[in-house]
């Protein structure tokens, strides 16, 4: 079976991130970009299951700038076996890449697609729903645990309060959760070989979709600063405090 | 009026360096997850120790972090000079100088002599071991008479039938106890002059007549073994002898500058660790009433090592990218070893003391890189060397 995984290029996870002076957006220009953190462990669910005899072809999947073909080049270096880079400048939201990706798993078919719950950058956790929901397939959702047996998926869930687990008919959409596995680190004798796998690049048209964003960002801001700590001498203080300058109790 | 098209320009693949491509990058992404997940948050014991556990040279083989340039049958990746410095400046990022130069040597300063100076045989023989970690090499050049000045060693190989006879003492020899295999230069024509005459030899831990004199206690890369080898008419197979007779000056020399390169890219690794702990700290320490980070005298001068870390740190990209494509560069890394070497020391300096009181306690890691970086102007070339390397070439 195949399994494709769609990954993210995203500001790395330990760039502390600064909001543009024009409010527009956070700075990327000069700013060390990376696979999305969840993206990366799709990917390592992806490999497991190639290395178990499940997965047969895993392709990794990018799209916005020229450089998603490095993010690719990863997914490859860890142990993808092709990519498809879907090259466009445009603002990429959810619901552009929902369907772009409905068109190259239509073209693909794959059994699987495997993807990060959320990427790191705006964190919407909408793009694996609605991929699910365009192709009209079953979804497991924050999984921390996978197996695969016939035609069925058994996805453990982390949900609030506890674990689900959910039974799924494939074809289905995996959305990744930060339990599910430790990413392993590409060897560089396979960033060597990665260098050799083919990676195929497109362009939205070709795929019928218009990625013209359908929301309008309108203000980006720094999160308030924490304001310092302050010492209490009593609980009565602290109590006092609380009611009348917090104002929480 | 005609516009002059602007040149089309292919992206750089970082923009650290512009010689750098892809699979630097990803190199480095994976070195620094590397460093920072499995190194970080446990090497403090094996400064107490001294030394690196096998099981983490393994698994960095395992990597292929120990087989960069090594060629692709034996493991290696067959990859550049530059990637070398890459290696290096993130193992110094670690903040353990110890656990870099114990990887270093083993990469870039012992194993070379087999890898360029080997025969097909010797190199298949032992080269894939070393680049799974499971063989551990050093280097045994120096002597307590003879450091840089190789031409006053005093080791000698007497050639006795199908063997050699080894007697002689090495000094400060890295990874000297932890090492299975020690690429030794040993006089083998006692008449030659000067530098003429010198052999290299892989002698393999526990030949008979082969011990190690003393485990030496340093100021600091601690967690880095270092020891006195004592060789004592031990027999070494002719067979163990790397390149032609008595020309073994001459692999020496190659290998210093790759060393140099290496030590200059780990003290820049070093440099640019110490000023990210310095505005760590500086940021949320306060005095009089404010950060130290409010002090102008303290930003500015922050400010202005990492201007000079960060010039430095392309002068050995430069070297490395010159050597890549197989330019003598001799001025520029002798130029690297001298600025690094000092350099380091500046910055180290520097931010100890930005880290005032704390900056003297054991369990801060500035403390320790202080230790770290002093040997950076002594090792591999003493700045006073590498100095006169440089005047001569001055023109």
């Keep these: 079976m195949k399994i494709l995984v769609p990954v993210k290029r995203v500001v790395d996870y330990n760039v502390k991130v600064r909001v543009k002076s024009d409010g527009t957006g956070v700075e990327t220009a000069g700013v060390k970009m990376s696979m999305n953190p969840f993206d990366e462990i799709a990917v390592e669910e992806a490999v497991r299951l190639k290395e178990k005899g499940v997965a047969t072809e895993i392709i990794a999947v990018s799209m916005g700038v020229a450089q998603c073909g490095e993010t690719i080049r990863t997914a490859l270096a860890m142990g993808a076996d092709r990519g498809i880079l879907v090259e466009t400048d445009a603002d990429l939201q959810p619901l552009a890449v929902a369907k772009m990706l409905k068109v190259l798993v239509d073209r693909e078919q794959p059994t699987l697609v495997v993807m990060g719950k959320q990427a790191i950058d705006d964190d919407m956790n909408a793009t694996g729903q609605m991929l699910a929901a365009l192709l009209g397939w079953a979804q497991g959702t924050f999984a921390s645990k996978v197996a695969i047996e016939g035609d069925k998926a058994t996805v453990t869930r982390e949900i609030d309060g506890g674990l689900e687990t959910v039974a799924l008919k494939l074809p289905a959409v995996v959305t990744t959760d930060l339990r599910l596995n430790e990413p392993r680190y590409a060897s560089l004798p396979n960033i060597m070989k990665a260098r050799k796998k083919p990676i195929e690049t497109i362009k939205p048209a070709d795929l019928g979709v218009d990625p013209a964003p359908r929301l309008t960002v309108i203000k980006v801001a720094e999160p308030p600063k924490r304001q310092a700590g302050k010492k209490v001498g009593s609980v009565a203080e602290l109590v006092a405090k609380l009611k009348t300058e917090a104002k929480v109790i | ?395």
């Design chain 2, 1 to 395: 009026m005609d516009t002059v098209e602007p040149v089309a320009r292919e992206a750089p693949a970082c923009l650290d360096h512009p010689a750098f491509r892809p699979e630097h990058v990803m190199l480095r992404d994976q070195l620094r997850r590397f460093v920072e997940t499995e190194i970080k948050p446990v090497a403090a014991a094996w400064e107490n120790k001294g030394s690196v556990p096998r099981e983490v040279l393994r698994r960095m083989g395992a990597l292929g972090f120990l087989g960069i340039r090594y060629e692709e049958a034996h493991g290696g990746a067959a990859l550049d000079t530059l990637a070398t410095a890459i290696l290096a400046e993130e193992l110094g990022r670690s903040t353990y100088g110890g656990f870099a130069i114990t990887v270093l040597v083993h990469t870039d300063m012992a194993s070379p002599h087999l890898a360029n100076g080997g025969t097909e045989a010797q190199r298949a023989r032992w080269m894939p071991g070393i680049i799974a970690g499971e063989i551990i090499t050093a280097v045994a050049v120096t002597e307590p008479d003879a450091g840089s000045d190789v031409a006053g060693m005093r080791t000698s190989a007497r050639r006795d039938g199908d063997d050699y006879l080894l007697n002689g003492t090495k000094m400060y020899i890295t990874n000297g106890v932890l090492a299975d295999l020690v690429f030794v230069a040993a006089r083998t024509d006692p008449q030659a002059k000067g530098s003429r005459g010198i052999s290299i030899f892989a002698v393999e831990r526990g030949t008979p007549g082969f011990s190690v004199g003393r485990a030496l206690d340093k100021q600091g890369w601690r967690s880095s073994d270092t020891a006195e080898l004592v060789f004592d008419d031990c027999r070494v197979a002719a067979a163990n002898r790397l390149g032609a007779e008595n020309r073994g000056f001459y692999a020496i020399m190659r290998n210093f500058q790759n060393e140099r390169i290496v030590l200059g890219a780990q003290a820049m690794g070093e440099a640019q660790a110490m000023i990210a702990l310095a505005l760590d700290w500086v940021r949320q320490r306060r005095a009089f009433g404010a950060t130290l980070w409010e002090k102008q005298a303290i930003r500015q001068r922050l400010a202005m090592l990492s201007a000079r870390v960060a010039a430095a740190r392309q002068l050995v990209y430069h070297a490395a990218w010159l050597d890549s494509l197989g330019h003598d560069c001799t001025l520029q890394v002798s130029q690297v070893k001298a600025l690094c070497g000092e350099l380091v020391n500046e910055v180290a300096y520097a931010c100890q003391q930005f880290h005032g009181g704390m900056g003297y306690l054991r369990e801060s890691a500035i403390e320790r890189m202080v230790r770290d970086a002093r040997v950076q102007s002594i090792g591999g070339g003493a700045t006073e060397v590498m100095l006169e390397e440089v005047a001569k070439r001055l023109g």
